[in-house]
């Protein structure tokens, strides 16, 4: 049943937003998440909707898989939604009770659920679109620049990257030291949730007991390998910004320019 | 390739115990070495030394002459001489195979162009080519433990050791592991030190080297080491199954040859004592 844990929610593929150099895709991302802030009318938010959907045609994802990552999102936005609807002084065109809705409140509310909409489906897309590995190195060569002062970049990668390396096992071993104590009679589902927590104790310990040799046993394998940190460390698959990449920085700053145009309007 | 003298080795000062006493062993370039011994023997102490995981308290190991306490030719010594542990889950380090295949070349600084060919080399030699893009957590003990060679194989070490490699595996990923050993040895020339407690891995070895209490007790082929089966039980260790049927047969007074490792080797002989039974 933990086996069932999907992690990461990459979707592999060979589309142009697939082959985008990651460190490029992250930045690109932010600039993207940057620009629904500065929208600031209804031609912008079409643009944007325009936009984000040729996206996802690009990325050859089904539209249905990319407006999943909404689901768990839905109370947070209604509530978002709700809140700024009723919240928002300005003048008044509906009241019943203590409640009051106003112009400004009804398009602020609507400005925030297509915000947060659209920042969901923009993070989204990167997430499906990078495998985790990929995104790791991106996120240490967008960090490099803070290794001169000391920040230990490559460190903190490589960490990341066994850390996504040894989820699946830790998990498939959870999975069988439960197993092995439910069999002795142990019990993980009944009870109120102090008994439950405290039911995890025993599952607890082994795990980590476990995890410490891993990573001792890990350590002395990565150094039979001549790991030495990340000084004069090359990479298998050289990640290298091309044209792709550059074309993509181009495409953003038409979106944003034409984002800005909107807002004129 | 290889060459320990007078070996020694304890795990803390205050202990007496000596977890490796006067090993004195030299292993010669392409040798297939199989090293033997119970729990404790201190073979898989003396297998850390051949990189200079573990360096000697008394003694000195070379590795192609380098001393192995010279810590400016570490690199050297580990590039020299591979090494494989018993848990794959334990050894490898990315996500995706060739990703984890590329680790050590990358840590050498080998550039990208090269770490490819020499990634898909050591893949299409243990036989694991069609699986360069998987996942390892998705493979089977013995495909990992092979993913785990070609990690070491992408050093293009002369050496490998391998510390049990076999024992968290199947009976099919055992013998997928040993045929890939085996093959290594033949084809490329590839130095192997196995250190195992399985004496029917043993066997494919060009020389058996048996450890028991930290020290070395016997050295020399496997037919020779496993004829004396009286001896390798009083330390504690079998002999290959068909070995202890043929020594059993003898101590029932049946006159077959104890130097007998396969059961091909069994059927020869025992078909041999079969037709010279009934002719005279």
Request: hydrophobic share 45%; with cysteine; net charge neutral.
């Given at each position: ?265 | ?87 794959p889950d ?37 036989g694991m080519?069609?699986y360069?893009?998987h996942?390892p957590h998705l493979l089977s003990g013995g495909q990992k433990q092979r993913v ?20 968290m595996l199947d009976p099919i990923g055992r013998r997928e592991v ?103």
């Amino acid at each position: 049943m933990l086996k069932d844990i999907t992690l990461g929610q990459y979707f592999p593929g060979n589309s142009p937003l697939h082959r985008l150099d990651a460190m490029m895709k992250l930045l690109l991302s932010v600039v993207y998440l940057a620009v629904i802030f500065l929208i600031r009318n209804f031609y912008g938010y079409a643009l944007l909707a325009l936009f984000t959907f040729a996206l996802i045609r690009l990325s050859a994802i089904p539209v249905k898989f990319v407006l999943k990552g909404l689901k768990p999102l839905l109370m947070f936005i209604a509530f978002t939604a709700v809140l700024n609807l009723f919240m928002t002084d300005g003048t008044v065109i509906w009241r019943v009770w203590f409640l009051t809705v106003t112009r400004e409140g009804v398009a602020y509310a609507v400005a925030m659920l297509l915000r947060i909409v659209f920042l969901v489906l923009g993070t989204s897309l990167l997430t499906y679109t990078t495998s985790p590995i990929a995104l790791t190195d991106g996120i240490e060569r967008l960090l490099k620049p803070f290794g001169k002062m000391g920040l230990p970049t490559h460190e903190l990668a490589m960490m990341m990257s066994i850390a996504l390396r040894f989820i699946p096992t830790l998990l498939e071993e959870t999975d069988k030291i439960m197993k092995a104590q439910t069999a002795r009679g142990a019990d993980f589902q009944s009870g109120n949730l102090l008994k439950r927590a405290k039911a995890l104790l025993p599952l607890l310990v082994p795990l980590f007991i476990s995890a410490f040799r891993r990573a001792d046993e890990l350590a002395t394998a990565m150094e039979c390998r001549c790991y030495r940190g990340g000084n004069n460390r090359t990479r298998l698959n050289a990640s290298k910004i091309g044209r792709i990449d550059y074309f993509a920085g181009g495409i953003l700053a038409v979106f944003c320019a034409l984002i800005l145009l909107a807002n004129a309007a | 390739m290889i060459t320990t003298e007078r070996l020694q080795f304890k795990y803390s000062e205050e202990r007496e115990e000596e977890a490796l006493r006067d090993v004195s062993v030299t292993i010669q370039d392409g040798e297939f070495v199989a090293v033997l011994g119970h729990n404790g023997s201190g073979k898989s102490t003396f297998a850390k030394h051949l990189n200079a995981i573990l360096l000697p308290v008394g003694g000195t190991v070379y590795v192609d002459g380098i001393d192995t306490k010279d810590e400016r030719r570490l690199y050297d010594i580990r590039q020299a001489v591979g090494m494989v542990f018993q848990n794959p889950d334990n050894q490898i380090v990315a996500t995706v195979v060739e990703e984890d295949v590329a680790f050590a070349p990358e840590n050498l600084g080998v550039p990208s162009a090269e770490i490819r060919k020499v990634v898909d080399w050591a893949l299409e030699t243990v036989g694991m080519g069609g699986y360069k893009r998987h996942a390892p957590h998705l493979l089977s003990g013995g495909q990992k433990q092979r993913v785990a060679i070609a990690g070491v194989l992408a050093m293009k070490p002369r050496c490998i050791v391998l510390d049990e490699p076999t024992a968290m595996l199947d009976p099919i990923g055992r013998r997928e592991v040993v045929a890939t050993l085996r093959r290594l040895n033949k084809e490329e020339g590839m130095t192997i030190v196995l250190i195992t407690h399985n004496m029917d891995e043993a066997v494919s070895a060009d020389r058996v080297v048996v450890m028991s209490g930290g020290g070395v007790v016997l050295d020399d082929t496997p037919r020779k080491v496993f004829a004396d089966v009286a001896r390798i039980k009083a330390l504690g260790l079998d002999v290959p199954q068909v070995t202890e049927l043929m020594y059993e047969l003898r101590r029932e007074g049946l006159d077959v040859p104890t130097e007998i490792l396969t059961v091909d080797e069994a059927y020869q002989a025992l078909k041999c004592r079969c037709i010279s039974g009934v002719s005279g």
